[in-house]
């Protein structure tokens, strides 16, 4: 039987920043975040968006894609995020109940940095093996947010992604063999009192290719296919340029060294997307994935991809997969396009305010301002409590199916107008 990813889809922030507006206030060359990080823009967040209007807008088409038989079959909802905005409730459930999902389901949060997002697809490939009519729907989502004026700041990002993982998938099938490497470093972390993380930069580069070449290692022991049976290679990509130091760095493990020209030859179409929407932790790598098969002009039928998973602390997870035939009459590659086209770009100004948004802590009753034109939006923060609504976008790209089988919405004490 053939496990994987039947179905892929992803989301962004409403905005972004053009990194040409960031380089002077940092006081360098713009090519040095263009070339040296391979970052062009980042998606910068609307005051109404967070992990979980982004994981909802990711999963929407393939939960709209679904007949009713097919959607009571979804019986696990796994949601990775290092950018959570609770520490009790899973983000998942708010993304169950906006997206009208049958209540026999369960229902979960997971973390470790940038890497959950793959335990997530191991746990989805284990439950599917089990009762191969069951599906799973997998969410990665974050938000990248560094300190001001550091240098990890040009690096942010905002982005989900959502997969459908089943028997017999239509687009990758994924192979048995991992390779794993655990270690405990302290290159990337973010403490309960934080809204952002605590970085190493240099450490967490270095804890990176380790990681890469423990793992590589650790998949041969476990019967991976040799280096050369890959046609592609999918990394994590905290920035694009990482990709490509990570290719190269693997191509000196495996005896057959290249440089940097011919790496980034060899990874560039998973950077395209990446490259404009900046970090989005958990699901960088599988944007990756998305940007492969939306972009490669050769048709990827039969090819074998490998994938590098890497979040800090550290773990990674290397893994193979197999591109189906017909793999690309199942793409969307036309609404991921428009998404990034239907960005609004921001000032630097409008970007510190965005990045400055309030995060009301008394208990209050906290109106969020209508901004997003996502489907989703975070409506209200009162009496402690997230609200959430769809917008007038989500009845624009269609979700009658669910809307119908849903409850109203998470909206119980604020009514908002839907974004303008
Ligand atoms: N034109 C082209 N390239 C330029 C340049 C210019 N004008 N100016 C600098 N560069 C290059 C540098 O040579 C360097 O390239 P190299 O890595 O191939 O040597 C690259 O730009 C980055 O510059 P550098 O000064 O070395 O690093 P930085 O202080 O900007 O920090 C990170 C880079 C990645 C450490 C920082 O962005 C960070 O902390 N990010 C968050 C953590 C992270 O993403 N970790 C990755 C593993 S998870």
Redesign the pocket.
């Known amino acids: 039987m053939q496990l994987g990813i039947d179905d892929i889809s992803f989301a962004t922030a409403d905005r972004y920043l053009d990194l040409a507006t960031l380089a002077p206030v940092h006081g360098?060359?713009v090519?040095?975040f263009r070339?040296?990080?391979g970052q062009d823009r980042m998606s910068v967040c609307a005051a109404d968006e967070d992990v979980v209007t982004l994981a909802a807008a990711a999963a929407q088409p393939l939960v709209e894609s679904l007949s009713a038989a097919e959607l009571r079959t979804v019986r696990t909802v796994l949601l990775a995020t290092e950018s959570g905005i609770d520490q009790s409730k899973s983000a998942a459930v708010y993304v169950h109940h906006l997206l009208g999902l049958d209540p026999a389901c369960r229902v979960v949060e997971l973390k470790q940095a940038c890497y959950s997002g793959t335990a997530a697809l191991q746990t989805a490939l284990a439950l599917v093996a089990r009762n191969p009519e069951q599906k799973v729907l997998v969410i990665c989502s974050d938000v990248a947010r560094?300190e001001l004026d550091s240098?990890?700041e040009?690096?942010q990002g905002a982005g989900a992604v959502a997969m459908m993982i089943s028997a017999d998938p239509r687009l990758v099938v994924i192979e048995p063999a991992s390779g794993l490497h655990t270690a405990d470093v302290m290159d990337?972390w973010r403490p309960n009192y934080r809204s952002t993380a605590v970085?190493d930069?240099?450490l967490?580069?270095r804890a990176?290719l380790d990681t890469l070449k423990a793992a590589w290692l650790d998949y041969q022991d476990q019967g991976g296919e040799p280096f050369a049976s890959f046609d592609a290679f999918c990394y994590h990509q905290?920035?694009t340029r990482?990709a490509v130091k990570a290719h190269a760095h693997l191509t000196k493990v495996v005896g057959q060294p290249l440089d940097a020209a011919s790496a980034e030859a060899q990874v560039a179409d998973t950077l395209r997307y990446n490259r404009v929407i900046g970090n989005s932790y958990t699901a960088s790598m599988y944007i990756g994935l998305v940007s492969l098969l939306d972009h490669s002009e050769r048709d990827l039928a039969g090819a074998r991809v490998a994938f590098f998973s890497?979040g800090?602390g550290a773990v990674g997870e290397l893994f193979a997969g197999v591109v189906r035939p017909g793999y690309r009459d199942h793409l969307r590659t036309a609404a991921h396009q428009e998404l990034l086209e239907r960005r609004r770009e921001v000032d630097h100004a409008e970007y510190l305010r965005l990045y400055d948004v309030p995060n009301p802590t008394d208990g209050g009753d906290h109106p969020v301002p209508a901004q997003t034109s996502g489907p989703f939006r975070l409506a209200a923060i009162t009496g402690h409590q997230r609200v959430y609504e769809r917008t007038a976008q989500s009845a624009v790209d269609g979700i009658a199916r669910a809307a119908a089988s849903a409850p109203a919405a998470t909206t119980t004490a604020t009514t908002l107008p839907a974004a303008g």
Do not use: A, H, N
């Open positions: 360098v060359d090519d040095k070339i040296g990080l560094y240098p990890g040009p690096t990337f970085v930069g240099r967490s580069i990176y905290p920035f990482m890497y800090s």
